[in-house]
């Protein structure tokens, strides 16, 4: 790969994903809240919403393959992958401007036009995200270049995701407070996340060069391919369980952040500091990851990454909920282990592309990184099944204010947003441990058979 192409390369597509992730966040980690607290939907209500998000999330994470078949199947002079990724970016900022309005419906008749709306938006972000990460693997086949390009990418997610975070209390409140109100406040800054994410998205559209590595370009994909890409490729399959346990409990956990410092913590605009705090840390460990990773293996990373995690939640479930000390310290760690985990789970995913060419006799880079998604999606409907259900379950839903909630409904929302997550992330550790087999040596073994047979440069 040209060393032009590939810094032209690490920093566009990387900057590309900055809207991104603010636009998937604000969806992902603010609808709950939005609907609970700022339209105040009652229990009834939620319960509905709470089905229609499951169900949702996992048919748009089942139809992600489908997607990915789409992208590779894609015959454009403008290549398969920037298509589908304007396409898919214009729609799903649209559609999230639509989940953030107020229609002045209530019941039946909001929850109907609520479930087309997101079913919509979910499908079109899933043409962008699909074809977007796609694109990874096709602009380099060296590890450490690949590491770079996708560690530069997670800092520019992670740089969306807690600008977002930091920014959306702070912000909605004084929109709000200019306005008279909040409803039309979410729905202006919607409007404003959109067009982040369309400029953002630009410069991935307009500056990405890619080099064309690949020399034997696979014919189109059909469903018997599709599956066959999957189910045939044992190291996506693993990569794909231990990645969907530890976004399940990634998801679940931020998910609550929020719910967190208003009922438990007591002041909700502690949130943002927090956010900042920890939003820099795992900036942070991302930007040193690539020293770690010249001097310890990915095994040997993982591994310390899930015991900083375990000690961050530890730490964290035993800290008094009302100081910022014990939880601070310990959100770190577990931001830390969690910047360096899905970093690693990236790369994983991407060496899966070539493994699955080698052993199957085709390539088919999207609906391999259709699971990346699939994986997202399944994560974030299970933890906003978790969240949904325990805001009911703990009578925050009904609550007022921090007062209006009891201890024993503070400790279920602790071991919901605590200890499941933990589970979860431990498992996914073990079962890579288990089974995940593609390490240096062997991906260096499959690069040259590639080459002897002529498929890549």
Known sequence: MGKNYFKRNLFTFGLGTVGRDMLYSLVSIQLIFYLTDILQLDDSAMWWITAILLVFRIYDAVDDP?????????????GKFKPNILIGALLSGIFTILLFTDFKLTGAAYIVIFAIVYLLWGITFTINDIAYWSMLPTLSMDQKEREKIGAFARI????GLFTLVVLVVPITNMIGDAVGSMKTSYFLFSIAIALIMWGTQSITLFGVKEPHLVVKESSTTSIRDMARAIFKNDQLLYTAV?????????STTTSFGLYFFKYAYGDENMYSVFAAILGASQIAALII?????KKFSRKQLYTGATILVVAGYLLFFFSPMNTMAGIGVAGILIFIGEAFIQLLMLVFLTDTIEYGQWKLKKRNDSVTFAVQPFINKMGAAVGSGIVSATVIISGINRAETAADVTAQGLLIMKLSMLVLPLLFIVAGYIIYRLKYKIDKQMYEKILGDLRERGEIR
């Open 289 to 293: 990851f690539p020293l770690f990773s």
């Open 66 to 78: 489908i997607m990915g078949a789409l992208v590779d199947n894609t015959k454009s002079k403008w």
């Open 242 to 250: 231990s990645m969907a346990l530890f976004m399940i409990g990634y």
């Open 156 to 159: 520019c997610a992670d740089v």
